[in-house]
């Protein structure tokens, strides 16, 4: 029997306190959720960078009681890494479970984020999971864990940010049922910044409208807009007394972009949007 190293120290989503990630549902995504985790369907999230996706993911898990093991892919991430590798320990080899694997193993929940920027090979790994087949092959061990009803498969992806050499394979994409998130609706993302950062909304309204004007940029002279979690720092910042203009340059200009022109030219939409 293979031993188990890792402890699940990450598998947490329930707060210190009992309670459940602070979300704010958009649509009918947290339904879709618990159809999904019921009839043991892989889920894959799309949308922008700092819009609520692994934030939803943690909601929905501590909702449901299951433990989530979070794994933000990279390019150096191989099948070993989510699957697990012997290792040496004192002076004998032993097998350890890597996250995917215990999420498997306990019955929970596993978010890959940025799924594409994975390495080829765990796209391999993750195909007999997201079939009817349910199954996680463990070549070095020998085994063939077949999954739980609890456990569920969840990933993500910011289409807009990849390009053709990082995306999904349709063979993949297909195998996965599928939810677009996009930024809150103006009223909505003013309460989510009030709550998540203690300022009040009607301090919110005008970093959440200069938040918007700048997301029109994308595409233009930026990549990307700003996201929800970069307003949630900057009204932070302010609440706990910094001047507002240096919190927007901290949180909303400098995280966008290294280019001196483009950073005076946001600094302008921000002197035209807040007056």
């Not at 970093?207 to 990307?224: T, Y």
């Amino acid at each position: 029997m293979p031993v188990n190293l890792s402890a699940a120290k990450d598998a947490t989503t329930i707060h210190a306190d009992g309670g459940v990630p602070y979300y704010v549902p958009m649509g009918g995504e947290c339904a879709l959720f618990e159809r999904a985790y019921k009839h043991r369907l892989p889920l894959l999230l799309k949308g922008p960078t700092g819009c609520g996706k692994t934030r939803f993911v943690a909601h929905m898990a501590a909702r449901m009681g299951r433990p989530l093991y979070t794994v933000s892919c990279h390019d150096d991430l191989t099948a070993a890494d989510l699957t697990g590798r012997y290792l040496l320990k004192g002076g004998d080899t032993v097998w350890a479970d890597g996250p995917l694997t215990r999420a498997v193993r306990s019955g929970g929940i596993c978010y890959l984020d940025e799924v594409v920027e994975a390495r080829k090979d765990v796209t391999v790994v993750l195909h007999p999971l997201t079939d009817d087949r349910r199954l996680l092959p463990l070549e070095r061990t020998g085994e063939l864990i077949e999954a739980p009803p609890e456990f569920m498969l969840v990933v993500s992806y910011n289409p807009g940010y990849q390009n053709i050499l990082k995306s999904l394979k349709p063979s993949t994409r297909q195998r996965f049922l599928a939810i677009e998130f996009g930024f809150p609706p103006e009223a909505a993302e003013i309460a989510i910044v009030a709550k998540e950062s203690g300022l009040a909304e009607e301090r919110c309204e005008p970093l959440v409208r200069l938040a918007r004007r700048l997301r029109d940029l994308k595409g233009q002279d930026l990549e990307e807009g700003v996201s929800t979690r970069l307003l949630v720092y900057c009204a932070t910042l302010i609440q706990s007394g910094m001047k507002p203009a240096d919190a927007i340059l901290s949180a909303m200009i400098e995280p966008l972009t290294d280019e001196p022109d483009i950073k005076a030219a946001l600094l302008e939409v921000v002197a035209v949007t807040l007056g």
